[in-house]
């Protein structure tokens, strides 16, 4: 069977798309960053800022990559500790602490609880697995070894951060707040981390964030780098087919676990990468989310891995493996991944019946990490470095390869990354983005009194009701919503089979560098991710999005026959491609 392709090209009819002619008119810049996920569309915004002439490409669609594919975490990586990572696990949490102020609109503070059925256990082979990074025999770490570390933990958040300290209990009031916790639980530790609800809408934030910065910043998705000729690089629009060169005086490739894949294609063999695959499935289950009280379970099972079970938008999110992967190959959520999944629920919470017909979605993607020979998954490093490298046969070009990162140190990456970009360039940095709020987390109201004042301010025209759900959807940006679905006027519906959407909506969302279907069900919204996409909201989605971007019929049947497998083959949601129901007919 073939692998889908979710940026497979397709011609007839197709306009060419503004963004890329933009950069076709002028294939210049001081600045090409190969990658839109997370770091690449973060180093790309902290570059606009600096008024730096920067293009941005993504093959696919932005954050449609390993950054799809997180455990939805902003933390500060607790367990890093016994790897020695001290410096990640400081910035870590820092960063975390950041984001919880500038991004509030996406980012919330996650009280997460540790069961502990020891008090000693794992003292003598901590120190082991600190010094060898190997595994060896998994041996279930006990109060005291969790303790020391959680202190450790604490002692980074000293920088005026804002969530709270972690805290012990005994058994008894372990069992009190989690009741279906395994009986024989002697001690639960919690402390507070984050969740980023919705990762793909906060890196397009990112994203808005940079092109608002001033015309010297453009990107395309679904644009890949393929070559290189003399000191450009040779770019295909995968939507057209069409290809044309941009030339650049530092060329940034922030492919992640593609890195020396994409460093091969433009003439120079590295051997940067060494990624790990991890999958996640989400349940939806009422008794295992309510017996996590709102918040995340997280522990090792007893093959030394780490588990995480914790509610998100409504479902429970269960992850995740750490299993060698080739970047070569898509990433999927295996049986046995699931089989694996269903034993380590019932690890911690053993009268929980979950099952397949409760698994709403499922996803895996590969981590960006180095290259690590025999190190043991769990241990190889989750911290980043940079570096340069030669730009196929240019004596010119200067080119740099980020290797590592993750989801809750983009920011302080990005600036890291643009930093030594700019000293390539002979800049120096004029803006910093320490402080400086994303996207709709600009001005977000983060009091319940506040939040009234501003949905009455924004919402005379739409109601309350639909204002507050609009505002936690997209923080601050949703006024820009409220005001294209204000001009729409009578023609806004709610849609039938997605009431708490509308008609208007989903043509703003369309606007939203949004190209395919997948794109729209899997990225701008959550649809897909909570398990709303039955056939109804697919044909209803389908011929709405074919409405707003001028769709032939042969160009819909094609999306829909494209986005029917993605969603099959990647997420085993299970769609017709032909139009089966009433909802898919809009005037």
Not at 429 to 436: A, F, I, P, Q, Y
Not at 442 to 464: F, M, N, S
Not at 492 to 514: I, N, R
Request: glycine share 10%; aromatic share 8%.
């Amino acid at each position: 069977m073939s692998t889908p392709n979710p940026a497979q090209a397709f011609h007839a009819e197709d306009d060419v798309r503004s963004n890329v002619e933009a950069i076709r008119q002028n294939p210049s810049a001081q600045v090409l960053i190969i990658g839109g996920g997370i770091n690449g569309i973060g180093t790309f915004r902290d570059l606009a800022l600096q008024g730096v002439e920067v293009i941005l490409v993504e093959r696919g669609d932005y954050a449609s990559g390993a950054s799809s594919a997180s455990s939805h975490m902003i933390h500060g990586g607790v367990r890093y500790l016994e790897n020695g990572e001290f410096r990640l696990v400081k910035e870590s949490v820092q960063e975390r602490n950041r984001l919880l102020r500038l991004a509030p609109h996406y980012v919330k503070p996650l009280p997460t609880t540790i069961p502990i059925f020891s008090t000693f256990s794992g003292i003598l082979s901590a120190p082991l697995r600190f010094l060898t990074h190997k595994q060896g025999k998994p041996k279930e770490r006990g109060a005291l070894l969790i303790k020391v570390g959680l202190m450790g933990y604490d002692s980074f958040s000293r920088d005026g951060g804002n969530v709270p300290r972690h805290r012990f209990v005994g058994r008894k009031k372990s069992l009190a707040k989690l009741p279906k916790l395994r009986p024989d639980v002697k001690y639960t530790a919690t402390y507070y981390d984050a969740a980023v609800e919705n990762p793909e809408r906060l890196a397009l934030d990112l994203v808005q964030d940079a092109l608002a910065a001033g015309p010297h910043a453009r990107t395309a998705n679904y644009v890949e780098a393929i070559g290189a000729s003399g000191d450009k690089v040779v770019l295909r629009d995968t939507v057209s087919g069409e290809t044309f060169e941009v030339a650049a005086e530092v060329v940034v490739n922030t492919t992640g676990p593609w890195t020396d894949l994409t460093n091969e294609a433009l003439g120079e063999a590295t051997r940067f990468m060494g990624g790990t695959k991890g999958s996640h499935i989400v349940l939806d289950n009422p008794e295992l989310y309510e017996a996590c009280a709102g918040g995340e379970v997280f522990f090792e099972n007893n093959d030394g891995r780490i588990v995480l079970i914790y509610p998100l938008n409504g479902r429970v999110l269960v992850g995740t493996t750490d299993l060698e992967a080739d970047p070569r190959e898509p990433a999927l959520c295996t049986e046995e991944e699931v089989d694996y999944f269903f034993d380590l629920v019932g690890h911690v919470f053993p009268t929980i019946t979950v099952d397949r017909p409760q698994i709403v979605y499922r996803y895996s993607g590969i981590r960006p990490l180095p290259g690590h020979g025999d190190t043991a998954p769990g241990f190889v490093s989750r911290d980043y470095r940079i570096e340069q490298a030669a730009f196929g046969t240019s004596t010119t070009v200067k080119q740099l390869s980020l290797v590592g990162g993750k989801w809750t140190t983009f920011r302080a990456l990005s600036e890291h990354l643009a930093n030594d970009t700019l000293a390539l360039l002979g800049r120096a940095r004029t803006v910093s983005t320490t402080d400086l709020a994303i996207g709709g987390g600009k001005g977000y109201p983060q009091t319940p009194a506040a939040i009234t004042t501003w949905v009455r301010a924004h919402g005379a025209d739409l109601g309350e009701e639909r204002t507050r759900v609009l505002l936690a959807r997209y923080g601050t940006n949703a006024a820009a919503v409220i005001a294209h679905i204000v001009a729409a006027e009578e023609t806004d519906a709610p849609l039938e089979s997605l009431p708490g959407y509308s008609t208007a909506e989903v043509d703003f969302l369309m606007g939203e560098h949004t190209v395919h279907l997948s794109d729209l069900v899997l990225r701008r919204t959550i649809i897909a991710f909570v398990g709303s996409l039955g056939q109804p909201a697919f044909d209803e989605l389908s011929a709405l999005a074919a409405r707003s971007a001028g769709w032939s019929d042969e160009r819909l049947a094609a999306e829909r026959a494209q986005a029917a497998e993605n969603l099959r083959f990647f997420h085993e949601i299970v769609v017709e491609a032909a139009n089966t129901t009433a909802a898919g007919a809009v005037n």
